[in-house]
């Protein structure tokens, strides 16, 4: 089944490259009338763009880092840089269009004839003082020379104002992307939080990503911001790797590092069973980092009468493609539990929130979306989950927190979606 997804995937993939490369391709150089070696400069950058991005998302995910990371900055920077530009190019094409059609519906209604009943414009009889001239003939513009001309500079225009903005982008959300990973801090209140939990912090990790683009230096970092917030519990929501332990297991180790009072817990996003989860799971283990697979576990004083909740995971609804027994069964996650204690819930994406309000959970803690990451993929990104980012309420008694992510995935880019250490702070109320 797994193998159906991979050659599902590469075949629309492969399909959506070619046709935005073709697109940029009329519109940069044959809209533009660029010719000889400039021209040829561009078919060869363009189709070196294409090819890299599949061949950066492969050798980054098997082949050693030292020869993948070079490779996978180039290929996953023309990514973002592609997507800023093919969008301002499809806005300017909108653009025109829609001016187009508002001129040729001008032009019609010019040429509509007056209604029946309406007098026609009076005729003017000239006088025999005023003997009738014709008119002076007026050559017509020589339009066929001209418009070619016109519609050249128009789309050089265009073109050099698509390059130029989606240039500016890329600069700042790369700026952004391997920048400083900030501290977001969120409240929360909690019905059946007991009193002495008031409080309590969680740090949220979530879509570290390590991989070919980000590496250890970066996770010492992750590491050192979480350890400055004095958290009682860590959990990673997903997507902390991409890659195999052989290639990338010495950055992940970097992890041993958090410190907190109830440890750090871990669940499974997509990200795992493409980097083969079967083989991260006792990895993290060894970390002193349990994976909660369709578990839950007390957290707090576990003895009698002592104030704790419950934390619960379930694996990403992709798991069962590639760990048959890995599909996600809150039902199960949750058998035989107490509903008067609080319920905290781990889950990669946010769908699963209908379902966990359903179960009486109080707080969904999800990452995935990435907040879209960079424009335009922002604008769809509550299109496809039912909550994109920040903190939100469902129905009565259910709150989920959507993290933004720790890391970032294919172009280093982030703009208006900033990558986040999330620290929770419970409250009783």
């Not at 050659?7 to 629309?12: I, P």
């Not at 019609?108 to 001239?133: D, F, H, N, W, Y």
């Not at 195999?244 to 795992?272: C, K, M, Q």
Request: proline share 7%; glycine share 12%.
């Amino acid at each position: 089944m797994r193998y159906g997804f991979y050659t599902l995937v590469f075949t629309v993939g492969t399909a959506l490259l070619y046709f935005a490369h073709r697109y940029a391709w009329r519109r940069l150089v044959n809209d533009t009338g660029m010719t000889g070696a400039l021209r040829r400069l561009a078919a060869a950058i363009l189709i070196a763009g294409c090819v890299s991005i599949p061949l950066g998302m492969i050798f980054g995910r098997y082949i050693d880092r030292s020869f993948s990371q070079p490779f996978a900055i180039v290929a996953f920077s023309w990514a973002g840089f592609m997507a800023f530009l093919l969008t301002m190019l499809l806005v300017l094409d909108v653009g025109a269009l829609g001016a187009r059609l508002a001129g040729r519906l001008r032009r019609r209604s010019a040429t509509i004839p007056s209604p029946p009943g309406q007098p026609e414009s009076p005729t003017v009889v000239a006088g025999p003082s005023k003997p009738l001239t014709a008119p002076p003939t007026v050559a017509p513009a020589p339009t066929g020379l001209i418009q070619p001309a016109r519609r050249a500079f128009l789309a050089r225009a265009s073109a050099g104002a698509a390059l130029g903005t989606a240039g500016g982008l890329f600069v700042i959300g790369t700026r952004n992307a391997f920048g400083e990973v900030a501290v977001k801090e969120v409240s929360v209140g909690l019905s059946r939080l007991p009193k002495a939990l008031d409080g309590f912090k969680i740090v949220q990790l979530s879509d570290v990503h390590i991989g070919a683009m980000l590496d250890g230096r970066f996770l010492d970092g992750v590491v050192e911001t979480v350890n400055r917030q004095k958290p009682d519990l860590v959990v990673i929501t997903g997507d902390l790797v991409d890659g195999s332990p052989r290639l990338i297991g010495a950055d992940v180790a970097r992890l041993g590092g958090i410190t907190s009072r109830y440890g750090t817990w871990f669940i499974t996003g997509n990200h795992e069973y493409y980097s083969g989860a079967g083989d991260w799971i006792p990895f993290l283990e060894k970390l002193r980092i349990p994976t909660l697979v369709n578990s839950r576990v007390v957290i707090g004083d576990k003895g009698p009468g002592g104030a704790s909740f419950d934390l619960a995971g379930i694996p990403d609804r992709q798991g069962t493609l590639f760990v048959p027994e890995h599909e996600p069964n809150l039902s199960r996650a949750l058998e035989d539990r107490d509903p008067e204690r609080e319920l905290i819930l781990l889950a990669h994406r946010p769908n699963p929130i209908t379902e966990a309000a359903a179960h009486g959970v109080g707080l969904q803690l999800s990452g995935h979306t990435h907040g879209g990451q960079f424009f335009p993929v922002t604008a769809f990104g509550e299109l496809i989950h039912p909550y994109n980012a920040g903190l939100h309420r469902h129905g009565d008694h259910t709150q989920i927190y959507v993290s933004c992510g720790t890391g970032f995935w294919g172009p280093p880019i982030r703009i208006l979606a900033p990558s986040e250490v999330t620290s929770i702070r419970l409250h009783s109320v």
